[in-house]
C-alpha cells in the first residue's frame, strides 16, 4: 500500500499570511504514460464531507479560490494557501488515486493565530 | 445540481449486516465511478471501495475485503455498499464519493453528508 504523511500535524496562521501543508508518499503517484500525479488534495470543516480542492496535483477544482494552489511531483507535494482567510480553518487531506488501494494521508489542521 | 444521498446507516450488532444506500441526482450515473470512504471516531480518511462507471470494476480496501460488496443499479441512479461480518472497527460515518470519470483511478469531486454506522452490542 502506498501511505501518505504530511507535515505538519497542524500549524497557525495570522490573517493574510501564507500556509504551507507538505505531503509525502511512500511510492511515486507519477503516471508516465500521461505525465499526470494522481494526487488531490481536500478541505473538511467540522460537519462537512470533505470538499476537493485539487486534483492531478495542481489543478484547481472549478469554484475554488485562487488563493488554494497545488505544486509536486512524484513523492513529494505541497498545498499552498496563499492568504489565509477566516473561513480556511479545516483539516486538509492529500489523497493518492494512483494505486489501489487508494489513501488517504493523516490530515492537517489548520488555525488562526 | 450533483446530489449524493447516503442512508442506510444505524446501530448494528458485532457480525451482523447492514446495507448502506447512496441516491445520486443531477448527472448522468453511469458515467461515473462511485466510491466510499469512511472516517472512524477521531481517525482519518479511509478509502473502502470504488466501481466503475459501468459496474463492471470493482475494488477494496483490504480491511474490508471479504466482507463488503460494493455494487451500483444505474437504472435507479443508485450505489450500495453491503457489509457482512462487522466489527467495532467498521464503526464511523460512511461517505459516498463520485468519481471525477468513469474509471476508478479518478478524483472524488463530489460527496454525501456522511451516514452514521456503529456496530456495538
Known amino acids: 500500500d502506498i501511505v501518505m504523511t504530511q507535515s505538519p500535524d497542524s500549524l497557525a496562521v495570522s490573517l493574510g499570511e501564507r500556509a504551507t501543508i507538505n505531503c509525502k508518499s511512500s511510492q511515486s503517484l507519477l503516471y508516465s504514460s500521461n505525465n499526470k500525479n494522481y494526487l488531490a488534495w481536500y478541505q473538511r470543516k467540522p460537519g462537512q464531507p470533505p470538499k476537493l480542492l485539487i486534483y492531478?496535483?495542481?489543478t484547481r477544482e472549478s469554484g475554488v479560490p485562487d488563493r488554494f494552489s497545488g505544486s509536486g511531483s512524484g513523492t513529494e507535494f505541497t498545498l499552498t494557501i496563499s492568504s489565509l482567510q477566516a473561513e480556511d480553518v479545516a483539516v486538509y487531506y492529500c489523497h493518492q488515486y494512483f494505486s489501489i488501494p487508494f489513501t488517504f494521508g493523516p490530515g492537517t489542521k489548520v488555525d488562526i493565530k | 445540481e450533483v446530489q449524493l444521498v447516503d442512508s442506510g446507516g444505524g446501530l448494528v450488532q458485532p457480525g451482523g449486516p447492514l446495507r448502506l444506500s447512496c441516491a445520486a441526482s443531477g448527472f448522468t450515473f453511469s458515467s461515473y465511478a462511485m466510491s466510499w470512504v469512511r472516517q472512524a471516531p477521531g481517525k482519518g480518511l479511509e478509502w473502502v471501495s470504488v466501481?466503475?462507471?459501468?459496474?463492471?470494476?470493482?475494488y477494496y480496501a483490504g480491511s474490508v475485503k471479504g466482507r463488503f460488496t460494493i455494487s451500483r443499479d444505474n437504472s435507479k441512479n443508485t450505489l450500495f455498499l453491503q457489509m457482512n461480518s462487522l466489527g467495532a472497527e467498521d464503526t464511523a460515518l460512511y461517505y459516498c464519493?463520485?468519481?471525477?470519470?468513469?474509471?476508478?483511478?479518478?478524483?472524488?469531486?463530489?460527496w454525501g453528508q456522511g451516514t452514521l454506522v456503529t456496530v456495538s452490542s
Open positions: 464519493a463520485r468519481g471525477s470519470d468513469s474509471t476508478s483511478y479518478s478524483p472524488l469531486d463530489y
Open positions: 492531478w496535483a495542481s
Open positions: 466501481i466503475s462507471g459501468s459496474g463492471g470494476t470493482t
